[in-house]
């Protein structure tokens, strides 16, 4: 079974919960105490492979305090990067994060294919509120390799699940690329030795 690890980021109060819990149980659920991180864990079955799915809800970090980023990156496959449609400072946040995730591989957490990344738009039932426009959201996530999506935890079911549903297709996808660069990886080094060693047989 393949494990698929995801981390939902966001700044406080954009729903990160909600769309979790939305997802998990098809149901809204308004309120939740948001002083602990929990790690969900699903059982799905995507493109024909039998997925052990862990979502990371970390306890929201406030949006003026410096985060570092280092665990989550080093244990995530992709991320959920949420702010919320009516409050300007959360889309900041979000792209403060984005640009975390983005910024050049540093040796720690070297990967040999950049995370998956999608950005949402939560809370889009206040769009009578709204104080960030759809264009600068998706502008934000074209500029920088993301995915994005506007939603609404409160009301819609189907979309969430299709969000964490494309999240996950891209991880899948981020896996093959993996595989695929590691096995050129290990033939080249093989032709590589070959060619040292075979040469050096033939001149004995
Ligand atoms: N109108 C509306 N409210 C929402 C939506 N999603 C979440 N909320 C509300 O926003 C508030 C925060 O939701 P949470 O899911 O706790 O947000 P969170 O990001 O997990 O919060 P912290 O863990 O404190 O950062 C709650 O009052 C939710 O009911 C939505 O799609 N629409």
Not at 110 to 136: F, I, M
Request: aromatic content about 10%; hydrophobic content about 35%; glycine content about 6%.
């Amino acid at each position: 079974m393949n494990d698929v690890k995801l981390t939902v980021l966001g700044g406080e109060g954009t729903g990160k919960s909600a769309l979790i819990v939305r997802f998990l149980t098809k149901r809204f659920i308004g309120e939740y105490a948001s002083n602990f991180e929990s790690i969900y864990n699903k059982h799905l079955c995507l493109e024909g492979k039998q997925l052990n799915l862990e979502i990371y809800d970390p306890c929201s970090q406030p949006q003026k305090a410096k985060f570092s980023l280092t665990s989550e990156l080093h244990w995530a496959d992709g991320f959920v990067i949420v702010y919320d449609i009516s409050d300007r400072s959360s889309f900041a946040f979000a792209k403060a994060l984005i640009y975390r995730i983005r910024e050049p591989q540093t040796s720690h957490c070297k990967r040999p294919v950049e995370s998956a990344v999608l950005l949402v738009g939560n809370k889009q039932d206040l769009c009578h509120v709204r104080e960030v426009g759809w264009e600068e959201g998706h502008k934000l996530a074209l500029d920088n390799r993301c995915q994005f999506c506007e939603l609404s935890a409160a009301e819609q079911s189907l979309e969430v699940e299709m969000m964490f549903i494309r999240i996950i297709r891209d991880i899948l996808t981020n896996f093959k690329l993996k595989e695929k660069r590691r096995y050129s990886g290990s033939k080249s080094m093989a032709k590589l030795i070959n060619n040292v060693f075979g040469k050096r047989r033939k001149s004995v």
